[in-house]
């Protein structure tokens, strides 16, 4: 089945240091992929994302490319700053799923601290 | 804000008891999704609701059910509680039409089982 596999965590950096979040996946065709962010407290959001190979998704300062020949989407951000502390997930859509028949698959999440 | 809404933000029961969370999706969503988040399993997708129906099950429990009734609400029920069951229950609703992938979370219900 698909999956996603995302670095393990916890990620600790200085404020304006460069941030790397490896996530690869395993999926039939060609998934659509995201990012999602669990600030402290609250449910989750969409950060960015990509629907095809080539894709870059962008957000924030973050970005994200959809590479298919190493089915990965590696999050990066150039300066890290403290309020992007929170848990980051990746996740796929498989590309047919839609409608009613829609799920999202994510990855088990990074905690990112920053620290000023 | 998300728009959807869960109840109740946190819970504590003892082992064997039965609960039940609940969640409004935002306003005109059909599609409610169960996910439940621990420590360890990370994650992990319970089932789908479209309008009323079951379209998907994830890992969800034997012990455990849902449904979505006429007004979209949805419930998730928890029954022979145990330790392990201690997790933080999302719901999340999707629209039928534009933002194709989104899906929007609400704030989560926190269940301690002691």
């Known amino acids: 089945g698909d999956s996603v596999t995302q670095m393990e965590g916890p990620v600790t950096l200085s404020e304006e240091a460069f941030l790397t979040i490896n996530c690869t996946y395993t999926a039939t065709g060609y998934p659509s992929l995201f990012w999602y962010v669990q600030y402290p407290g609250e449910g989750l959001q969409l950060l960015l994302k990509?629907?095809?190979?080539?894709d870059k998704g962008s957000n924030k300062g973050f970005e994200a490319t959809y590479r298919k020949e190493t089915t990965s989407f590696h999050l990066e951000k150039g300066s890290v700053q403290v309020s992007d502390s929170a848990v980051y997930f990746c996740?796929?859509?498989?590309?047919?799923?839609?409608?009613?028949?829609?799920?999202?698959?994510f990855g088990k999440g990074t905690l990112l601290t920053v620290n000023p | 804000d998300s728009g959807v809404t869960q109840t109740p933000k946190h819970l504590i029961t003892a082992t064997g008891q039965r609960v039940t969370l609940r969640c409004s999706p935002r306003s005109g969503d059909l599609s409610v999704y169960w996910y439940q988040q621990s420590l360890d399993q990370g994650l992990q997708f319970l089932i789908q609701?479209?309008?009323?129906?079951?379209?998907a099950k994830g890992n969800i429990l034997e012990r455990f059910s849902a449904q979505q009734f006429p007004d979209l609400h949805s419930e998730l029920n928890l029954s022979s509680l145990e330790l392990g069951d201690s997790a933080l229950y999302f719901c999340?609703?999707?629209?039928?039409?534009?933002?194709?992938?989104?899906?929007?979370f609400g704030e989560g219900s926190r269940l301690t089982v002691l």
């Open positions: 999340a609703s999707r629209g039928t039409s534009g933002r194709s992938g989104e899906l929007f």
């Open positions: 609701y479209y309008n009323g129906e079951e379209r």
């Open positions: 996740a796929l859509k498989w590309k047919n799923s839609g409608g009613s028949n829609y799920k999202l698959t």
């Open positions: 990509a629907t095809k190979a080539d």
